[in-house]
Structure formats: structure tokens, C-alpha cells
């Protein structure tokens, strides 16, 4: 990838495409091309042709979708299968119709199977069934990777996907129903420390494990298999390490100020008990992740802080 190529960022200001970007920008990408969802609605078949004939972009990184936490998932699932459905063929569809030289599709580690033996290999995909609260976006993603996958084998494309663990990081979502667990802690936890409460709900039972990775890390993760990676087996990107939920909370608290007590709301769902990803095949490609989980916090936090008038603004 030439650092004059013509690079197309999908969902460059989301929390992904954004970390992305930066990445870009830093390694002296200069040709840089984006549109936001008011600008260019990827589920728009006809725009998004139109914007690829216009752009004739080289590489395409596809971090734009419908995204949420356990609860948004679980609550609206004909968006979150619909909307991705749409966004992926389009874009995939129109790379391979304008001959992108290599498109980067980020799938998410929840489409392996619920039980999937941990730590969740690459080939645990479709071996059992999903994880009912986010079947809708497992099913869209699965597809997305099947979609690029067909691409390659039957048009010879250089298409391939990565599959994140859980993360975080700078532009989060920090809705308080519709969020993943960190920014929604992240922002409970400030909340309850701001009003003087002795006490934070969190939902479920504490006990499920998850592994979380900084967003920036997965920029670079990015950038690091559009250069090195070219096969059409999707490659797991996370840190190794893992937590529960319940010390992720009190990782929160410590870091954000708050002496209080943690309660629990059992009447929201766990979701998968343990989701820790397989990253062997990223690491002996020669990456691995910078950042520790409590410095991407504390990270986060401050900028969380800095940002803290936009954030309330319901995403
Ligand atoms: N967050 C996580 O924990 C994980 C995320 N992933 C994957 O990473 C990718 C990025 O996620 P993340 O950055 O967290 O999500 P965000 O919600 O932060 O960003 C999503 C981006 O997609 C864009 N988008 C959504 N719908 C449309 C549309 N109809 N037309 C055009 N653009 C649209 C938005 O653009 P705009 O801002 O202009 O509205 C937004 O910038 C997704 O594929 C997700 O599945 C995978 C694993 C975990
Ligand atoms: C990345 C991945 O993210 C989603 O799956 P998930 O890992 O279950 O995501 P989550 O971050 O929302 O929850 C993690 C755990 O944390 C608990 N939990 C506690 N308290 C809060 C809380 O306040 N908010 C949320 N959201 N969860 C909470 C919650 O009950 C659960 O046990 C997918 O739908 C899908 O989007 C996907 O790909």
C-alpha cells in the first residue's frame, strides 16, 4: 500500500475507523478519503456506488456498522441484522465492482458459538449455535465474512477479515442503555462519584469473562494485516488476557475515584459466559497489542473527561 494510495476509511468517526485513521495519518497515509452517515448512507445501494465511482479508492477499510452493547442487541435485532447486511454487501459488493486492490472487513468475536472451547480458535466458526442476545449481529457478521471469503474464491479478490475481541477507547459510545460494559461503567461509576452515591448497579451476576483490547491497538492491528496479511481465513485479534466483569467494575471504580459499594441487576442478561479469543495466528504474523487494560483505562477516562459535554449527548 503506496503512502500516496487512495484509502477509503468506512465509519472514520466511529470509535474503529477512527483509530484507524490516526493510524493512517501517523504512518503518513496522506490520501485519505471518508464520508459520514449523513454525508453517505452505506445501506443506500445506489449512493454507495455513486461514492465509489466518484472516489476510486485502492484499499478500503470497512469499520462502518450498526453497533451496541448486550442490551441494544438484544433489543433491537432487525437493525442490527438489516442495517449490517446492508452496509457490508454494499461496500463489499462495490469494492469488488471498482477493483479495490485489498478491503479490510472487521467482523467482532461474537461470532463464535456460545460454548466455543476457549480459547476461541479461528475454525471454532459455525461448529455450534450462538449466543441468543446478539444472534442478529453474529448472523450479519458471519455473513460479511463468508461475503469476502466468495469474493476471493470466486473473483480472485484480496478481501479479508479480522475479528476483535471486546473494546474501548477514545470516541467510545457512552449511552447508558445502549453501550458496551466499559464506557457504560466508565460513565456510571463517574456519575455515581459526581452525586456522592454509596452505591453502582451493574447488570448480570459479575461473573462473566471478557477480554478487552484499546481500540488503538486495533488500529494498529489494522494497518499491520492490510500490509502483511493477504489469505481469506479471518484472523482473531485480542490480548490474551482476560476479566470479570465484576473486577473490570472495580478496575472502574479505583480508577475513576469511587469508594462505594458494587450492586448487582440480575435481571439483565450475562450474555456469553466466557469469551477469551485464540490470537495465535495474529501473533506469529509478528503484532501484538501495546497497551494494558488499566492504562487504556485510565487513558480513556481522561479523555472521556476532557470530552465529557459531548458524551451526554445521547449517541
Ligand atoms: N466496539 C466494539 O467493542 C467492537 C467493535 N467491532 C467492530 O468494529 C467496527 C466498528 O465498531 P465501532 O467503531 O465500535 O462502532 P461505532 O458505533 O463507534 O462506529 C460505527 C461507525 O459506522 C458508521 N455507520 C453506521 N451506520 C452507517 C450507515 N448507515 N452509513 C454510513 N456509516 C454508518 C457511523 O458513522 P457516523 O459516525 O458518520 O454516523 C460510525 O462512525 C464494527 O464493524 C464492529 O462490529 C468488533 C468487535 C468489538
Ligand atoms: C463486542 C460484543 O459486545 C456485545 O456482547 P457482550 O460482550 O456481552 O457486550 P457488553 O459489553 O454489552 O456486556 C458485557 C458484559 O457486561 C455486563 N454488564 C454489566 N454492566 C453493564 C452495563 O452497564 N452495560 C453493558 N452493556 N453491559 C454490562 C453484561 O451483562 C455482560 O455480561 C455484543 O452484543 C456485540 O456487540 C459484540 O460484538
Known amino acids: 500500500m503506496e503512502k500516496n494510495a487512495k484509502i477509503y476509511v468506512a465509519g472514520h468517526r466511529g470509535m474503529v475507523g477512527s483509530a484507524i485513521y490516526r493510524k493512517l495519518q501517523q504512518e503518513g497515509y496522506a490520501n485519505l478519503c471518508a464520508a459520514t452517515s449523513n454525508e453517505l448512507d452505506l445501506k443506500d445501494t445506489q449512493a454507495v456506488d455513486r461514492f465509489f465511482q466518484k472516489e476510486q479508492p485502492e484499499y478500503v477499510f470497512l469499520a462502518a456498522a450498526k453497533v451496541g452493547g448486550i442490551l441494544a442487541n438484544n433489543n433491537f435485532p432487525a437493525d442490527f441484522l ?46 455450534s449455535s450462538l449466543e441468543p442476545t446478539n444472534e442478529a449481529y453474529a448472523i450479519a457478521k458471519i455473513a460479511g465474512v463468508k461475503l469476502c471469503q466468495a469474493y476471493s474464491k470466486q473473483h480472485n479478490r484480496h478481501f479479508i477479515s479480522v475479528m ?52 488503538d491497538d486495533l488500529g494498529a492491528a489494522c494497518l499491520f494485516l492490510m500490509l502483511n496479511y493477504d ?78 459535554g459531548a458524551y451526554s449527548v445521547v449517541k
Open 231 to 308: 489469505q481469506p481465513d479471518i484472523v482473531n485479534v485480542g490480548t490474551g488476557e482476560e476479566v470479570s466483569i465484576l473486577d473490570l467494575a472495580h478496575l472502574i471504580a479505583e480508577t475513576v475515584g469511587f469508594k462505594g459499594r458494587v450492586g448487582f441487576d440480575k435481571t439483565k442478561p450475562d450474555g456469553t459466559p466466557r469469551k477469551l479469543m485464540d490470537s495465535e495466528r495474529l501473533h506469529k504474523l509478528g503484532f501484538r497489542h501495546q497497551t494494558s487494560l488499566k492504562e487504556g483505562i485510565r487513558i480513556t477516562y481522561q479523555d472521556f473527561l476532557e470530552k465529557i
Open 164 to 215: 476483535p475481541t471486546n473494546l474501548y477507547g477514545f470516541g467510545d459510545n457512552y449511552h447508558p442503555q445502549n453501550s458496551h460494559v466499559l464506557p457504560a461503567l466508565l460513565r456510571r461509576f463517574h456519575e455515581a462519584k459526581e452525586q456522592g452515591l454509596d452505591e453502582v448497579v451493574i447488570w448480570g451476576s459479575g461473573t462473566p469473562l471478557r477480554e478487552f483490547m484499546f481500540a
Open 82 to 127: 438489516y442495517d449490517n447486511l446492508m452496509i457490508q454487501n454494499n461496500v463489499i459488493e462495490a469494492s469488488y465492482r471498482y477493483n479495490v486492490k485489498k478491503l479490510l472487513f472487521l467482523g467482532s468475536s461474537c461470532i463464535y458459538p456460545k460454548f466455543a472451547p476457549q480459547p476461541i480458535h479461528e475454525e471454532s466458526l459455525l461448529t
